[in-house]
């Protein structure tokens, strides 16, 4: 509804026919049935939501639906009427009894956006699988809508976004490490910035950014690296804090956040474009014995709330080796392997290809354009 403009028709029509004109509904239902139009037109008093699902069963829509935990503090109807708000709950009992009894529902029931999103990925990542064909007409409905076929080089990064989305949905590890890698000029931040800021939804405020250099550059040994580590992180993201003394391990800091009464996801982003010894860098050692510690510290507290991205960007030179410590990291049937996950490598992005997007899709001013790129 993001993207209605003033007209005269009415709103529920507008939904419907939104409805009529999908291929998958996806219906969230939490505590509030919603607004019901009063009218002649809505004799049996159904709400807008409610009036989307009818719309899709009558016209055999493929439908997900989704459950929330009816104990996590979701809103329920805010009006005031007895009479009303008797007759919304009615109708919301009668609405989920009628979902449960018709239609195959995720059988989880979210308590939190993060978990809603997940859900929501999982099932339609799974029907994909089933609805192949009607998936991929849809793609190309929407690339021929809203993307010139010159454009498409600018989705590169979607094999990258999908092999994320499905690490967190298979694999059951509470923590796990992103790792992200690329060419200098293939602009790997930008995916881990689309993951923590649109995906995760992680304020900038809850994210403690470092190089791969600023934390065992020092010549430090690692239980020093570590807690200097530890702690300017903890005094960053939570600087209006006032624990006593300072973190001495990783299961403090998750004890810490969960123990917060508001969402505190954060996220760790280290950034690495140098080896040592040609490749042969002995501080790999140091950053595998850090993310054993990170994730046996968030499964023995069962917390969930921390992230972990690595960005590599390497030169040329260097790309072999860093593809060689990746593997070597990542593809072993060791226990501290099981919580990263590499994504494939980013295709490079040539600099002429960012000002025609930029020309294209924001200014045309070669002033502003220029300074976008820089």
């Known amino acids: 509804m993001e993207d209605y403009v003033a007209d005269s028709e009415l709103p529920v029509d507008k939904c419907v026919d939104d409805v009529k004109r999908c291929d998958f509904y996806i219906l969230i239902v939490a505590g509030r049935y919603g607004f019901i139009p009063q009218g002649t037109d809505n004799p049996d008093k159904l709400s807008v939501t409610h009036s989307e699902y009818s719309a899709a069963t009558k016209n055999n829509k493929k439908i997900?639906?989704?459950?929330?935990?009816?104990?996590?503090?979701?809103?329920?109807?805010?009006?005031?009427d007895p009479e009303i708000k008797k007759i919304k709950q009615d109708k919301l009992?009668?609405?989920?009894?009628?979902?449960?009894n018709n239609y195959l529902t995720h059988p989880e029931k979210f308590n939190s956006p993060y978990q809603l999103a997940l859900m929501v990925a999982e099932s339609m990542m799974k029907a994909g699988e089933k609805y192949a064909d009607l998936l991929l007409q849809g793609a190309q409905k929407l690339m021929e809508?809203?993307?010139?076929?010159?454009?498409?080089?600018?989705?590169?990064?979607?094999?990258?976004?999908?092999?994320?989305?499905?690490?967190?949905?298979?694999?059951?590890?509470?923590?796990?490490a992103i790792i992200i890698h690329g060419a200098t000029d293939s602009l790997v931040e930008s995916l881990q910035k689309r993951i923590t800021g649109l995906t995760l939804n992680?304020?900038?405020?809850?994210?403690?950014?470092?190089?791969?250099?600023?934390?065992?550059?020092?010549g430090a040994?690692?239980?020093e690296a570590k807690l200097i580590f530890l702690n300017g992180a903890f005094q960053q993201l939570f600087s209006t804090a006032d624990t006593g003394t300072s973190l001495k391990s990783f299961k403090e800091l998750c004890?810490?956040?969960?123990?917060?009464?508001?969402?505190?996801?954060?996220?760790?982003?280290?950034?690495?474009?140098?080896?040592?010894?040609?490749?042969?860098?002995?501080?790999?050692?140091?950053?595998?014995?850090?993310?054993?510690?990170?994730?046996?510290?968030?499964?023995?507290?069962?917390?969930?709330k921390i992230y972990f991205f690595i960005n590599i960007i390497y030169k040329p030179a260097d790309e072999k080796a860093f593809c060689e410590i990746i593997n070597h990291i990542c593809k072993t049937e060791a226990e501290?392997?099981?919580?990263?996950?590499?994504?494939?490598?980013?295709?490079?992005?040539?600099?002429?290809?960012?000002?025609?997007?930029?020309?294209?899709?924001?200014?045309?001013?070669?002033?502003?354009?220029?300074?976008?790129i820089s």
């Open 64 to 80: 997900f639906a989704f459950f929330a935990d009816t104990t996590a503090g979701f809103e329920t109807d805010s009006d005031t």
């Open 202 to 218: 992680i304020s900038k405020s809850k994210i403690y950014k470092t190089s791969f250099s600023g934390i065992f550059g020092s």
């Open 336 to 372: 501290e392997s099981k919580f990263l996950f590499p994504l494939q490598k980013l295709s490079q992005v040539e600099s002429e290809d960012v000002g025609l997007w930029v020309e294209s899709y924001i200014t045309e001013i070669p002033s502003k354009k220029n300074r976008i």
């Open 221 to 223: 040994e690692y239980e």
């Open 145 to 176: 809508r809203f993307i010139n076929e010159d454009r498409i080089y600018c989705l590169d990064r979607i094999p990258q976004f999908n092999r994320y989305l499905s690490t967190r949905i298979e694999s059951k590890s509470l923590f796990k």
């Open 93 to 100: 009992k009668s609405l989920k009894e009628d979902v449960q």
């Open 255 to 304: 004890v810490f956040i969960n123990g917060q009464e508001n969402e505190n996801r954060i996220a760790f982003i280290v950034n690495w474009n140098k080896l040592l010894n040609n490749g042969d860098d002995p501080r790999v050692a140091y950053l595998k014995k850090m993310l054993k510690e990170l994730h046996d510290a968030c499964n023995e507290t069962n917390c969930h």
